[in-house]
């Protein structure tokens, strides 16, 4: 032990294998924990402490951020995110893909796919700095990081969403996206696929993201396209950050579609290129399946499609939609219009594909799961685990010190978060503790909320949100803003 660490601390995890987070080797050492923060990292025999855990054979992480969520409803509704606590994640990235439950008031339901994080009573929040208060009210268990959403955004400020929107419009976005921008959040999100955003134009995109680029924030963006056309979609993608003067993301990676199979090779290229002259990054989901909404337009390209809920027929969720339309004497996809609104889990991706952008050293890993979907996809409650112990022990896409720094320190550097992402002294008490022989996802299609085996012990600011396989009652999550992003 070093002569300036601390004698005693609140919580020391002894005799872990310590992967700091930042990719390199791992190395043996005790972890030392007080007042929220590492307090010592080493040989730390001599220190006493208040409490202490037994992490021999185990590896000691920081906590996972996950970098690509649909959680701003259960972080109310659901504060101890068990869905994710299960599986060490102690950071969630909300807003994306356009959707944001803040900042907008509705009195009728939200259309599609805005209706993933409920119906009209969840949209309350007229400012992103009301939503922050209700949270800091009634604190979750885990932290969170916000994007401001490009539906919500237009919702908030027009009448009709089927056109580009004209310049008092803009006008009226960029003043709520300066609001939410100063009140903590740290981007600005796009879900271009889905009608509220898809009249959009490109110049209506860099507009809203400059205000971004203004408080040094982010663009994450469900593109426009994600099969035949998604050159066309990265390309403006890259195009808006260059524009607009800020850092890119692209959500969930993927080549939709069997005419599309094998097409990672040439976008990650791409992605490299554009890298070469921008900040651009990406995240991806570890499953040859997607969920959202159901959209009859995307069951025709899908292998399979399992309905996750249904406004309709409530019965539905968990069935094969082939099986249900067999039973009506219909096709597919007059079935699914018969199930709207609803959502569902879509079959459209390689295996060999997810492997490669797993694979690819700048992929950050995010579950991208709906936790208000009936039957949901098993994502929302496997995806980490199964990153660590399917792809990066089972199978060897990819070491476990590069695995845990595509949950840990690369989503930290990127979205600006000080001081997570790693285990260093100092740096804040987001840890997990896994056993690397045994974690793996149990959740399936078939029960998809499983949880997670091997996930020993997770701490969030100091404080343990879940151990012995269960939460712990805990509320330290707080609001994480950004410092300055580099993707």
């Not at 002569?3 to 930042?22: K, L, N, Q, S, Y």
């Not at 007080?34 to 920081?62: H, K, Q």
């Not at 600005?188 to 203004?214: Q, W």
């Not at 199964?386 to 930290?412: C, I, N, S, W």
Request: glycine content about 10%; charged content about 20%; some cysteine.
């Amino acid at each position: 032990m070093s002569e300036d660490a601390p004698t005693r601390c609140e919580t020391i995890i002894r005799g872990g294998i310590v992967i700091d987070g930042g990719g390199g080797p791992r190395a043996r050492a005790d972890v030392a924990v007080s007042d929220g923060r590492i307090a010592a990292v080493g040989e730390l025999s001599a220190m006493a402490a208040d409490r202490e855990i037994d992490a021999a054979a185990r590896i000691v992480a920081p906590g996972f951020i996950d970098s690509h969520t649909h959680d701003d409803r259960a972080l109310l509704s659901a504060p101890d995110m068990a869905m994710k606590a299960s599986q060490g994640v102690t950071t969630v990235v909300i807003g994306n893909c356009g959707i944001s439950l803040s900042p907008l008031q509705l009195s009728t339901r939200p259309p599609p796919p805005m209706d993933i994080l409920g119906d009209e009573a969840w949209y309350r929040f007229p400012t992103v700095g009301a939503y922050r208060a209700a949270l800091e009210a009634a604190p979750p268990a885990l932290n969170l990081a916000i994007l401001v959403g490009h539906s919500t955004l237009r919702l908030g400020a027009m009448d009709d969403l089927g056109q580009a929107a004209g310049s008092d419009e803009i006008s009226r976005m960029r003043e709520a996206l300066t609001e939410g921008m100063a009140a903590g959040a740290i981007g600005f999100s796009t879900g271009l696929i889905y009608a509220p955003n898809a009249a959009a134009t490109t110049d209506e995109v860099v507009a809203l993201a400059a205000v971004s680029a203004s408080f040094g924030g982010l663009y994450v963006t469900h593109m426009r396209n994600e099969a035949d056309d998604i050159d066309a979609a990265l390309d403006e993608a890259f195009e808006i950050g260059e524009r607009a003067g800020l850092p890119v993301i692209v959500s969930h990676h993927k080549c939709a579609g069997a005419a599309n199979f094998g097409r990672s090779r040439d976008t990650l290229a791409r992605i490299e290129t554009a890298r070469g002259r921008q900040r651009v990054g990406l995240d991806v989901y570890p499953y040859t399946a997607g969920s959202t909404v159901l959209v009859p337009d995307m069951v025709d390209t899908s292998a399979r499609v399992v309905i996750t809920w249904s406004a309709p027929e409530p019965e539905a969720a968990g069935r094969d939609l082939a099986d249900l339309a067999a039973a009506r004497g219909c096709s597919p996809r007059e079935a699914a219009e018969a199930l709207v609104p609803g959502g569902a889990i879509y079959f459209t991706m390689d295996e060999d594909d997810v492997r490669r952008i797993l694979a690819y050293p700048h992929s950050m890993i995010g579950s991208d799961g709906l936790p208000h979907d009936v039957h949901p996809h098993p994502r929302l409650w496997g995806t980490f685990p199964r990153v660590l112990g399917h792809y990066a022990r089972d199978l060897g896409v990819f070491t476990l010190e590069q695995a845990v720094h595509k949950m840990t320190g690369l989503p930290a550097a990127t979205f600006g978060l000080a001081g997570r992402g790693a285990v260093r002294a100092g740096a804040h008490a987001d840890l997990v503790v896994f056993d690397p022989a045994t974690v793996i996802d149990r959740a399936s299609y078939e029960n998809p909320t499983a949880a997670a085996a091997g996930i020993e012990a997770v701490m969030v600011n100091g404080r343990m949100v879940w151990v012995d396989a269960a939460v712990t009652g805990e509320r330290p999550g707080r609001l994480l803003e950004h410092t300055q992003a580099a993707a």
